[in-house]
């Protein structure tokens, strides 16, 4: 009976313990999921640069978008994805057997999902002229995911945090924002 008592007073201080650590990855399983996403991340990495500038450039002058060079930044965009991988193709890869490394790669597939939505938000849009703030905002989520899956992998520590999402405000098609009331007094 003490010895059950014992087990009752020390079971939930070993389950906390095991459940607020968190799970290291074995050097082996990270160097294997570098071999196998290191050049992937790269071409993940460009489509994200690519897809900012190209929305900085639409978001100068609209009017433009039906030009060769937006329809080339398009194209290259579709074809850095594309190398990083379809959400399908990365579904199916073989990753090491670790919790950590699969949350990791399900946020990086989320990554290729949402800029894949984006450059088509942009592409419709581009046409219509209307708003591109979904495509903003999953431009941001992919960049954070992306930062953020860098950092892990690559046990990056340089005191610096991955920056936060933006928020982008919808507006209808012809509305102008009022940026005075965005200035802080």
Same mark, same amino acid.
């Given at each position: ?65 039906? &030009? ?5 930044? &398009? ?47 942009? &592409? ?42 933006? &928020? ?18």
């Amino acid at each position: 009976m003490i010895r059950y008592m014992k087990f009752l007073m020390v079971a939930p201080l070993l389950l906390a313990t095991l459940l607020s650590c968190d799970e290291k990855v074995s050097q082996k399983d990270l160097e294997e999921y570098k071999s196998i996403m290191d050049i992937r991340l790269g071409h993940l990495g460009n489509a994200i640069i690519m897809q900012g500038r190209l929305l900085d450039a639409f978001n100068l002058r609209n009017d433009r978008s039906d &030009e060769d060079h937006f329809k080339e930044a &398009e194209e290259l965009i579709k074809g850095h994805i594309s190398s990083f991988g379809e959400p399908e193709v990365l579904r199916n890869l073989k990753i090491p057997n670790s919790q950590k490394l699969r949350k990791i790669h399900f946020s990086l597939i989320e990554s290729s999902e949402l800029l894949i939505a984006a450059t088509n938000a942009l &592409e419709d849009n581009a046409w219509l002229g209307g708003s591109v703030s979904f495509a903003e905002r999953n431009l941001e989520k992919a960049r954070f995911n992306f930062q953020t899956a860098v950092k892990d992998i690559y046990a990056i520590d340089d005191g610096s945090k991955v920056k936060p999402e933006m &928020e982008y405000e919808e507006y209808d098609v012809g509305e102008v924002p009022d940026a005075s009331e965005k200035l802080e007094k």
